[in-house]
Structure formats: structure tokens, C-alpha cells
């Protein structure tokens, strides 16, 4: 069983960068699609970025695009989130998904593995 952990989150102010990892252990699999999602309480969770295996394609929800950034490491099984200018609404629990196809989508339920999430919280 693949096992995703999430780490990097935290408390920080409106303006603020993280970066937030997410690495990957267990039996691995090759050529597979990584994303982020993040929810807060009372809300589904929602698509916030994704990348395919050799990097050469991404997506972002385009309120995003431009302050977060996704990138993977292939021999670090570890894929990465850049949060840069942090908002308040930014606040949430960030997910960290893989799928077993190369094939990048927003669509939650096309996610086989899932990590636990690490809390980000921006304050003004």
C-alpha cells in the first residue's frame, strides 16, 4: 500500500511563503499523477493543483495560479507545493493525492491514495 505523508504546513502571516511536501513510501509505481487539495471545515474539498509524472504538464485552479506552484522530485519520491503571498483564505487543510495514470485531472475521485493533510493557517 502506497503511503503519502504531508509535512511543511503551519502558522504564518498574511504575505507569507510555505512550501509543503508530500513524499511517497510503500511499493512504488512508476508514471504516476500527484495533486493538492485543500478543505476547510464544513466544505468539500477542492482541486489546487496537479502535476503528471515527467513534470511536462500542470494545472492549477486558476484563482491560484500564480501565487501556488507544483513541482516533484522523481528520486525523492516527493512532490512539492509552493504557497507564495499567503491569504487568510488561503486557511485550510492540505491534501496531498496520487493517481496510478499519467494523466493529470481536477476530478478528486480519479485519486487512489491520499495522504493525512497538514494544516496551513494565515492570519492578517
Known amino acids: 500500500q502506497v503511503q503519502l505523508v504531508e509535512s511543511g504546513g503551519g502558522v504564518v502571516q498574511a504575505g507569507d511563503s510555505l512550501r509543503l511536501s508530500c513524499t511517497a513510501s510503500g511499493p512504488t509505481f512508476t508514471e504516476y499523477t500527484s495533486a493538492w487539495f485543500r478543505q476547510v471545515p464544513g466544505k468539500g474539498r477542492e482541486f489546487v493543483a496537479a502535476?503528471?509524472?515527467?513534470?511536462?504538464?500542470?494545472d492549477y485552479d486558476k484563482s491560484l495560479e500564480g501565487r501556488f506552484t507544483i513541482s516533484r522530485d522523481n528520486v525523492k519520491n516527493t512532490v512539492y507545493l509552493q504557497l507564495n503571498n499567503l491569504k487568510p483564505e488561503d486557511t485550510a487543510t492540505y491534501y496531498c493525492?496520487?493517481?496510478?495514470?499519467?494523466?493529470?485531472?481536477?476530478?478528486?475521485?480519479?485519486?487512489?491514495?491520499w495522504g493525512q493533510g497538514t494544516q496551513v493557517t494565515v492570519s492578517l
Open positions: 502535476i503528471n509524472w515527467d513534470s511536462s504538464y500542470d
Open positions: 493525492a496520487a493517481r496510478s495514470l499519467n494523466y493529470v485531472t481536477r476530478l478528486l475521485d480519479r485519486y487512489n491514495y
